[in-house]
């Protein structure tokens, strides 16, 4: 079968990184961005990421938003990372609590039960754990849900990391969202590389790339919703058959 228009092998990666830079503080509107740590152990197994494979930490800067994200894509490859969640949690700005978020997630291999509990306690939203590798991961990312969810999380709060675009398959992918639903757990579908903005058919073709951020949205709605808000949208729209809603047939019964 012809593939698609690949992309140049020799073009420069699509990276929007402070790699080489001092730390990242930055604040926008409300919201405050750290960085605590670079690096990370697989970096140089997972070709799809910018991440170094060489260490450093940050301290914790002054705080000045109740709402702070952390951008690290590894923070748990930090030795000290227990304590440094539990100390955020005691932090206050003008009095008040702080809600954090870890943006880019977590590995779950890295993930324990105390690190969920202290995340928890210390006001954590939305974790994240990502799911890049294979279908076959599977039983175990079952397991850091229930981690999650055993420290107080809902289930639809919890989000899963899913790259596409990469040599995960498009089928696989598309296994992976059925188990997600099962699991009532949302999608963060990453496109390889550089986002959907910047990302061209490298894996995968384009209509793979564009059907599976129809489906992921879709996804999140149903987990969220627990029904189709948006029934004139159909996720399965490329595929042959009738479709009663789009025909506007009526059904009784
Ligand atoms: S994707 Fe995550 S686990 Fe893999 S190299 Fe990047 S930071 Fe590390």
Known sequence: MRQQLLAPKDRKPIARTTYGGPQYVAVKGNVQRIELHRGCPWAKVHDFCYEP????DFPIPALTKNQ???????????????????????????????????????????????????????RFVRPRLAW????????????????????????????L????????????????????????????????????????????????????????????QLVLFGIDPQPSINQYRSMKGVDILDKKVMVEG
């Open 53 to 56: 494979f060489e260490h450093e």
């Open 68 to 122: 702070v994200q952390i951008l690290d894509m590894n923070f748990l490859a930090r030795k000290d990372a227990l304590d440094i969640i539990k100390e955020l949690g005691s932090k206050r700005v003008n009095g008040r609590v702080v809600h954090y978020e870890f943006i880019c997630g977590i590995h779950f291999s890295l993930l324990t039960q105390e690190i969920a509990n202290a995340m928890k306690k210390s």
């Open 132 to 159: 890049d590798g294979s279908f076959a991961d599977q039983k175990k990312i079952k397991d850091s849900i229930k981690v999650f969810i055993k420290a107080g999380y809902k289930r639809n709060d919890i989000m």
């Open 161 to 220: 990391f899913m790259i596409v675009n990469w040599r995960i398959p498009y089928t696989e992918c598309l296994r992976k969202l059925d188990v997600m639903k099962v699991w009532n757990v949302k999608v963060c579908d990453c496109c390889y590389d550089g986002g959907y903005k910047h990302a061209v058919p490298e894996y995968w073709t384009l209509e793979e790339m564009k059907d599976i951020r129809l489906k992921c949205r879709k996804h999140n």
